[in-house]
C-alpha cells in the first residue's frame, strides 16, 4: 500500500506562493505515476498535474502550467507541488494520487489507485 499524506496547505494573498507535499508511506512509491487534484466548493474534482515514476516526465492542466511545477523525490517517498503566482481561482481542496499509468484514466481521476486526504489551499483577493 501507498497511504498518502498531504501538507504544505494555508492562507495565501493572490500573487504569492505555497508548496504542497504529499508523503507516501509505501516502499513502492517509485513505482506509481504521481499526481495532484483539486475540488473547489460546487465544483468537480479537476486534474492540476502528474509526474512519471522517474520524475522525467511532467504534465499540467492548461489552467496552472507555467505558475506550478510538480515534483518527486523517490527516495523520500514524496511529490511536491510548487504553486507560485496564486490566483483566487485556485482555492480548493488540493489531492494527491497515485496510479498506475499515466493516461486518460488517470487524467480523469478514475484510474487511481490511491488518494490523500486532502489539504485546503486559499486564495484571497
Known amino acids: 500500500q501507498v497511504p498518502l499524506l498531504e501538507s504544505g496547505g494555508g492562507l495565501v494573498q493572490a500573487g504569492g506562493s505555497l508548496r504542497l507535499s504529499c508523503a507516501a508511506s509505501g516502499r513502492t512509491f517509485s513505482s506509481y505515476v504521481m499526481g495532484w487534484f483539486r475540488q473547489a466548493p460546487g465544483k468537480e474534482r479537476e486534474f492540476v498535474a502528474a509526474?512519471?515514476?522517474?520524475?522525467?516526465?511532467?504534465y499540467y492542466a492548461d489552467s496552472v502550467k507555467g505558475r506550478f511545477t510538480i515534483s518527486r523525490d523517490n527516495a523520500k517517498f514524496t511529490v511536491y507541488l510548487q504553486m507560485n503566482s496564486l490566483k483566487p481561482e485556485d482555492t480548493a481542496v488540493y489531492y494527491c494520487a497515485a496510479g498506475q499509468s499515466y493516461e486518460l484514466g488517470f487524467r480523469l481521476g478514475r484510474d487511481i489507485n490511491y488518494w490523500g486526504q486532502g489539504t485546503q489551499v486559499t486564495v484571497s483577493s
Open positions: 509526474i512519471s515514476r522517474s520524475g522525467t516526465s511532467t
